[in-house]
């Protein structure tokens, strides 16, 4: 047990290709992995395991899931070796229920949701990471719920990071506009950001905003941001934007922190490209 609590996170993940670039929002990462005490475990909510059941990952090595095409050699090379952590597992199936999470003993692993990011967080991969998968058909209600439940982890030192991105609309790509969204995914990035800043509760009824069905084509990658919403109503705490901004028209790479220090975007290069559509239709690319 510790002392203090864990803050806990939703990071805009964009193209994998930031797992091998430095830009502003890669150098945001990694100034919030610097901030942090040094976690007992980190559990990633990942918009790339999205499947009909809610389970954990529970064993002891996960292995590397490179979940994608397209992309070029260096990146399926990639490898992030982190241990995982049963024990862990077992506490997460534990402190959710009545609610049921299922012990995942050797079917996934870690994700490019999950890895992209702690590359630059914890690039030492040295700290247990686990995996909680999406319940594709469950409700926003079914995810802020459980993660106001995921809450007493962070009395543990577990970090929760949620991992996807608020606006998230492959097929709206645009490769003239490499550093901002269209006008309706800033539009809507916006009031997200003023629901997550006042009122993260309210993020259950955003569905009815007139740009969500554009910014939100699909509910996986939004759906992480309400397991910090949950998080933040659990705890009663302020929830902080960090790295904003879009990229390539179609996503907006805007992250929250939830207590302790928010690090700032730097100015500099944007974020990390899909492979040339060309070759491979950016909605081809992943989920």
Do not use: K
């Amino acid at each position: 047990m510790t002392q203090t609590r864990m803050p806990a996170a939703f990071i805009g993940h964009g193209s994998p290709m930031n797992t091998l670039e430095t830009n502003r929002f890669t150098s945001a990462w990694r100034e919030l992995g610097r901030s942090l005490p040094r976690p007992r475990a980190i559990l990633c909510i990942s918009a790339h395991w999205f499947i009909q059941g809610s389970a954990v990952t529970a064993m002891e090595r996960p292995r590397v899931i490179h979940d994608f095409f397209g992309f070029p050699r260096e990146l399926f090379e990639y490898d992030y070796p982190a241990p995982g952590s049963p024990e862990v597992a077992g506490e997460i199936a534990d402190v959710v229920q009545p609610a049921y999470v299922g012990l995942d003993e050797d079917s996934w692993g870690l994700d490019h949701g999950t890895w992209s990011v702690l590359a630059h967080m914890f690039p030492d991969a040295d700290v247990p990471v686990l995996q909680l998968s999406i319940h594709s058909g469950e409700s926003p209600q079914y995810h802020f719920d459980l993660g106001a439940r995921l809450a007493p982890l962070r009395e543990r030192g577990v970090f929760i990071l949620g991992s996807g991105n608020v606006v998230h609309n492959l097929r709206r790509i645009d490769w003239g506009l490499d550093d901002r969204a269209w006008d309706w995914g800033e539009r809507f990035d916006a009031e997200v950001r003023r629901i997550m800043t006042s009122d993260p509760q309210q993020l259950l009824s955003v569905q009815a905003h007139a740009d969500y069905r554009l910014s939100v084509p699909t509910p996986e990658h939004f759906i992480p941001l309400l397991y910090l919403a949950g998080l933040a109503h659990a705890g009663g705490e302020t929830v902080a934007p960090f790295a904003e901004g879009g990229t390539m028209g179609g996503i907006t790479m805007t992250s929250y922190a939830l207590g302790g220090a928010v690090p700032r975007a730097s100015s500099g290069a944007t974020a990390g490209e899909l492979p040339d559509p060309g070759v491979v239709p950016p909605q081809q690319t992943n989920l």
